[in-house]
């Protein structure tokens, strides 16, 4: 199973991006919960935003709340994120993650708790 990240680039602050998270052939997305994590340099990699299989429910850390926006389009294959008001500490490096479970469970914005993962995408917030 693969996931790949894209979408990441050089905004200016209050700038917007749209990530993508795709999944290799054969794999299907709309099966699973899909996470969003990011890794600045020089910190840990903090989950960032996740959406359920089963609903389409959703979470996001406080930090991003209002801001950014988890998406899925079960016919692409693919969940977006959507990054609005981008600020400088924005800037990381973005990934998608699965656990292959249909929700997003109580340990969502841990990192250990999901086994596959995206490269990631570079984002990059600065004037």
């Known amino acids: 199973v693969q996931l790949q990240a894209s979408g990441g680039g050089l905004v200016q602050p209050g700038g917007s991006l749209r990530l993508f998270c795709a999944a290799a052939s054969g794999f299907t997305l709309s099966s699973y919960a899909i996470a969003w994590f990011r890794q600045a340099p020089g910190k840990p990699r903090e989950g960032v935003s996740c959406?359920?299989?089963?609903?389409?429910?959703?979470n996001y850390v406080d930090s991003v709340k209002g801001r950014f926006t988890i998406s899925r389009d079960n016919a692409k294959n693919t969940v977006y994120l959507q990054l609005n008001s981008l600020k400088s500490e924005d800037t990381a490096v973005y990934y998608c993650?699965?656990?292959?479970?249909?929700?997003?469970?109580?340990?969502?914005?841990?990192?250990?708790?999901?086994?596959?993962w995206g490269q990631g995408t570079q984002v990059t917030v600065s004037s």
């Open positions: 993650a699965t656990d292959l479970q249909g929700t997003c469970g109580a340990n969502w914005k841990y990192p250990g708790a999901f086994a596959i």
């Open positions: 959406i359920r299989s089963t609903d389409a429910g959703t």
